[in-house]
């Protein structure tokens, strides 16, 4: 159903348009950033994390391409790391773009995803975060396995 193809630059540029506005929206929306200062940290935590964009080190980026149609409906970015002694892969972003969303794609990307992390990298865990407010992510992860192993939770006083 999906697979998983190299990212391009120029392709990533044009996502990391509204890509980053978005990210920037979430951590003000999560009370993390202002609404004056979240754009400005939004660009430099992508830049801080992808100085080269889609050839920095240690991450990796891919478009997800619909294997009929070979049509692109989102994609997923992962980095590499080490954690307690044993490799483990952090998901930074997965995203299917807004027409293709609830028709299965974030489920089978990351069946794919799992797969490539498995046989490329030899690692035995995925981590990743979600915005408590993203429910439908956050059930997805669920019924695919992931479970919760930090929560951190606030609350707005009148």
Known sequence: MIQLEPMTASIWSSIMETRIPEYAAEQVCAGRWSEDEAL??????????????????????????????????????????????????????VRVFEPHRRLGYGAAALQAFEQLVSERHGSTRIELHVFGSNHPARALYTKLGFEETNVMMAKTLQ
């Not at 964009?53 to 391409?65: E, P, Q």
């Not at 049509?71 to 790391?81: K, S, T």
């Open 40 to 93: 400005e940290q939004a660009n430099e935590e992508f830049q801080r994390l992808l100085p080269h964009g889609v050839n920095t080190g240690d991450h990796h980026i891919y478009s997800l391409v619909k294997q009929s149609t070979a049509e692109r409906v989102g994609y997923l970015w992962y980095m590499e790391r080490e954690k307690a002694g044993s490799p483990t892969v952090f998901l930074c972003d």
